[in-house]
């Protein structure tokens, strides 16, 4: 829509142009809070390929704890290669800024009658058409990506803590209900979480929700806030209980301020929800490329992320019931 918008305005479309850039960055800022509502659906409607979720439920008490990792992998992309991954943060808010200055320039060009500013919008839009080219270059000509840490590990983890669960029912018979979720197409707009929170809708106001994403290499941490433009965050209680958790734990609380996880629109709900990650300055290591191997994953993180997740879990199970 950015893109188009000053094209349109200068070949005397200038009423519709405005209206496209002001529709465009509108959408670019509200994109956390219209994700699932907006996005998610149109992916839903244009997504024509079958996925599944996959869930086990073990326990059963006062409380509600969801462990979420999703399963599925992506096509690699320019952007994430990782000679150049590291700006990608950088790219993400020259793209925001490119997007402020074309809808100002194409609604002001519009207001003045004046099309040096559509010519000005059309060369602001630069970094616009670079973005828009590398996904329509991914579609075409790079294939899927092993996914090992993105998320082969986070699955891992999840899968070792459904077995330890299996084997030792006790600690959560009669105190917790847990679901154990594998979610697919994640990486097409959160669809398979999307799908499952919608059928959850009677039991997620008072649910805990853990997402596994990404755990493979680096320092693990968790999520207390996430978004891309706007930053959404999990209740203060929630995010205080966390933050001493992680103390003991010897974990960081982070903000996640990438691309939008399973417990990203969960956040934006206001709902209890944190997702487990790990780091490497910053950045997550081997995503979205074709670097992304088992042989770059740590065995030892994933060892103590499954006992993390584990120790929460016990944590919240040793809690008083809620009223």
């Known amino acids: ?98 997007s402020a200055a074309v809808a100002f320039l194409t609604l002001t060009g519009t207001l003045l009658g004046n099309s040096f500013f559509f010519i000005a919008s059309i060369i602001a839009s630069t970094p616009l058409i670079a973005s828009s080219l590398i996904l329509v270059h991914r579609e075409i000509f790079h294939n899927y990506v092993p996914g090992a840490n993105d998320n082969a590990s986070g699955v891992a983890v999840l899968l070792g803590v459904a077995e330890h669960l299996a084997r030792s029912p006790d600690e959560v018979k009669g105190k917790a209900r847990v679901l154990i979720v594998f979610t697919g197409a994640e990486e097409v707009g959160l669809l398979g979480s999307y799908y499952f929170y919608r059928k959850s809708r009677d039991i997620m106001g008072g649910s805990i929700i853990v997402n596994i994403d990404n755990p493979g290499i680096g320092s693990l941490a968790f999520t207390e806030c996430e978004g891309v433009i706007l930053t959404w965050c999990s209740p203060g209680e929630f995010r205080r209980v966390i933050r001493e958790f ?58 103590r992320a499954k006992i993390i997740v584990l120790d929460l879990l016990r944590a919240v199970v040793e809690q008083s019931p809620p009223s």
């Open 1 to 98: 829509m950015l893109v188009a918008s000053p094209l349109l305005a200068l070949k005397g479309l200038k009423t519709l142009g405005a209206l496209l850039a002001l529709a465009g960055i509108t959408l670019l800022i509200l994109e956390e809070e219209l994700y699932i509502p907006l996005l998610t659906r149109l992916y839903g409607i244009l997504w024509r390929r079958k996925t599944a979720n996959i869930i086990a439920e073990i326990g059963g008490g006062p409380r509600t704890v969801m462990l979420i990792a999703h399963y599925d992998s992506t096509r690699a992309a320019f952007s994430f290669n990782p000679a150049r991954v590291r700006s990608l943060r950088l790219t993400i808010k020259l793209n925001f800024a490119s």
């Open 246 to 303: 992680s103390s003991l734990k010897g974990v960081r609380t982070v903000t996640y301020k990438l691309l939008p996880t399973d417990a990203t629109p969960l956040m934006r709900a206001g709902l209890r929800a944190v997702s487990l990650m790990a780091f490497i300055d910053s950045m997550i290591g081997n995503y979205h490329w074709y670097s992304d191997t088992a042989d770059k994953v740590s065995s030892e993180n994933l060892e």
